[in-house]
């Protein structure tokens, strides 16, 4: 029997592409909608009974709306809790994994929470999360959670486009945290800021690939750009598994020289498509 997969909204875009699994989308309300009115989330899965000894996931992408995604794929698994059934859960996009070390006092830890939350209190089994900003960070061994890189579908798209003789690097420690491609050196100071260190590295010519998990302002990656192309790179091409933020997209699009992107989060400038990353980590 194929496992079946569960989508929330914000994934439903990769469902033309997993049609090797049976799917299921959320019921709408008698209106066509998933909201009721005031904007409350409306959630119901039908033939729930049907449900039971299956393998069941459920597959949500945490943008474009953070906080109404959180709410639909809480009312889904509490469905299935209800009826005594432990999914598997698999996120293109982990939201709010920004947040996911305590600075200051006063703050959370948001990534860890939700994981938490989704094996202790919903009985998740096993948690699938591609290219998450807290890949590799120490408090992730307590949890059963696998990451997943795109990584290697991003560079295989621009070898594709521009050869074998590409230099790929990582904008910050973070990245060379999470791919083991080393590159500059940025360091993040707290939620919101980051110091930049410029590395020694001079590029003589030649393509340059820059590689991160998530766009947002394009800050960084605009430093990265100037001082790729003052050092001597020929062509800048950015690298991104995440675009939640469409101004940053767009900001990086008018600098590089091409973006690759993927669609863990539906966006019409992504241009590589991770069906198939998904579908392979499920087998």
């Known amino acids: 029997m194929r496992p079946l997969i569960i989508f929330t909204s914000a994934a439903e875009h990769l469902a033309k592409n997993l049609e090797s699994f049976e799917l299921i989308f959320p019921e709408k309300n008698k209106e066509g909608k998933r909201f009721f009115p005031d904007g409350e989330v409306y959630m119901r899965l039908s033939g729930i009974n049907s449900f039971k000894n ?15 995604g959180l709410m639909e794929l809480d009312l889904i698994l509490q469905i299935l809790k209800d009826h005594k059934i432990r999914p598997e859960l698999f996120f293109t996009y982990f939201p709010y994994s920004r947040q996911d070390k305590v600075f200051q006092r006063g703050e959370t830890n948001a990534a860890e ?29 307590k949890y059963p959670v696998i990451s ?3 990584a290697h579908l991003l560079m295989q798209k621009a070898r594709e486009d521009f050869g074998q003789d590409i230099l790929f690097l990582s904008p910050d ?3 060379k945290r999470r791919t083991g491609i080393s590159g500059l050196n940025k360091k993040r100071i707290d939620s919101f800021g980051v110091d930049f260190y410029p590395s020694q590295i001079i590029f003589r010519g030649g393509v340059i690939g820059v590689i991160d998990d998530i766009l947002a302002t ?19 091409i950015a690298l991104i598994t995440h675009a939640p933020f469409k101004a940053g997209v767009k900001r990086v699009k008018n600098k590089f ?27």
Not at 119 to 124: D, G
Not at 219 to 234: H, P, Q
């Open 257 to 283: 020289f091409k973006l690759y992107l993927t669609n863990t989060v539906k966006i019409k400038e992504a241009n590589v498509d991770i069906s198939r990353l998904i579908a392979d980590n499920l087998k």
């Open 173 to 175: 420690r973070g990245g």
């Open 218 to 236: 394009g800050g960084t990656l605009s430093k990265f750009y100037d001082y790729a192309s003052a050092s001597g790179a020929s062509k800048v």
């Open 54 to 68: 299956r393998r069941i996931i459920v597959l949500h992408s945490g943008a474009p709306n953070p906080n109404n």
């Open 148 to 150: 997943v890189s795109a």
């Open 113 to 141: 929470n939700l994981i938490k939350k989704a094996v202790k209190y919903y009985k998740v089994r096993k948690i699938y999360a591609i290219d998450p900003h807290f890949g590799k960070m120490p408090w992730l061994k």
